[in-house]
C-alpha cells in the first residue's frame, strides 16, 4: 500500500494508574476463539470508521494497562501467538536486551530481562496513538528508577506494531518518536 493511500488516525491515549482484568479480557482469556474473531472482525473495519477507533483505542489502552500491572496473558490478547518483539537498539547495543524475543515466552523473558536493570516499577505512560491499518504505532513515556544507582529517569518509548489477522504479528521499539514515526513514514 503506496504511504499516500494510508489512512492515519491520531488519538490521545492514557491509562489508568491503577487497573484490574476487565470482563471482556476474563471472557477472551476463557474463550480464545471469540478473541481471534473479534481481532479479525476489526481488522476489517477501514481506520476511520468510529468503531475501529474506539476498538483500537481501547486494545491499545487496556494492553498498556495489562503491561503495567505485568498481566502478560491479558496483554498478549491483541498479539499473534508466535510474534516477535524487537527491543530498542540502544537497550541491544547496551546489552541490556537481546536483539530479538518471540512469542509469549520471548516476552515473559523480555520482561524479566527489563526487571533486572529497572525493577518491577517501571511502566509506560502512553501519550498517543496511531492507526495505520496494516500498523499501530503507540507513542509513551517510560518513567523508571535504575536498580543499581536508584537514578530516576524518565524517557521518551514508542513502539511499531505490525498487524496481521488483527493481531500484533511483529513489534519494534524505540526510545525516540521521532525514529518510531519516520519508520511509518510519518512525522512529529
Known sequence: MSRESVEVVRKPLRVRQRSRRTLDQRILLRFPLLNNASARLIERLRPRSRLR???VWRSGQLAAEAFNRRDLDAFL?????DYELRPARE???AGLAKPSYRGGAGLREYVSDWSDVW???LYIEPLELIDLGDRVVILARQPSRAQASGVAI??????VATVEHGKVIRQQDFLDHSKALEAVGLRE
Open 154 to 159: 524518565t524517557a521518551n518509548f514508542a513502539t
Open 91 to 93: 537497550w541491544v547495543d
Open 77 to 81: 490478547l491483541t498479539y499473534q501467538p
Open 53 to 55: 477507533q474506539m476498538l
Open 119 to 121: 525493577g518491577g516499577d
